[in-house]
């Protein structure tokens, strides 16, 4: 099979058909971090594949397909979840309905929808809500819910194979709803002995959790350990 590849100025980019594995993880950007492919498509068995090797996509509205796998990462052991005092009160004060996968097209679509400070538009667009739509119809991708007077005011979405959880999104339109339903999702996820949740990147919210990042060949090594009691 003859391999494509795109030049960018950090090197080069392997490019992708419906066929085109991914390359060694090695063949990675330095610059863009991470950046190791374009192009191929968004169904579940690419998807799955990216993901157990420790890839995931990320591009915007007019951009072909881009597949990144950054070092280092930033992860988030469930057994060690930090909720700090004043997000314990409100867990304790009970001021939402935590539900899990009642409402998953809603969960994406609104994370989709919610503009973020930081970002000019939204990486969720139509293509990936149908792909991750149908994770979830195939058992992979999960949502938890904040509901608040019969309506949906916060929740967060990943995917999970065997022990491993990838988490990609989260929204709030009342205060603490996302964060309610994130710290139940780390929760749950420590009781079905999931061992590492993949956070991509660095944010101050995750950190607040207790993520951090750590080597992309250490990443590499929990995954592979993990993924392989993938029982879904």
Known sequence: MQEHYYPLPGGLVRILDTTTPFPPLQQALKEP???????????????????????????SPGEPILWWSPDPRMVLFPATLNIGRSLRKVIQQQPFDIRFNTAFEAVINACAATPRP??????????????????????????????????LVGG???????????????????SNASKVAFAHLVQWLNTQQVGMIDCQMHTPLLASFGAYEIPR?????????LVQDDVT
């Not at 579940?44 to 591009?59: H, K, T, V």
């Open 156 to 174: 967060c979405y990943g995917v999970k194979i065997g022990r491993m959880f990838y988490g990609e999104s989260m929204f709030h339109h009342v």
């Open 217 to 225: 060949d250490q990443f590499i090594a929990q995954l592979n350990m």
């Open 33 to 59: 971090n991470g950046l190791i492919a374009i192009g191929g498509d968004l169904t579940a068995d690419r998807l799955l594949a990216a993901y157990r090797q420790g890839i995931f996509p990320w591009f």
């Open 118 to 151: 930081d970002q000019p538009g939204t990486w969720i667009t139509d293509e990936i809500i149908a792909a991750y739509t149908q994770l979830h119809r195939l058992g992979y991708a999960h949502s938890v819910e904040a509901w608040q007077h019969g309506q």
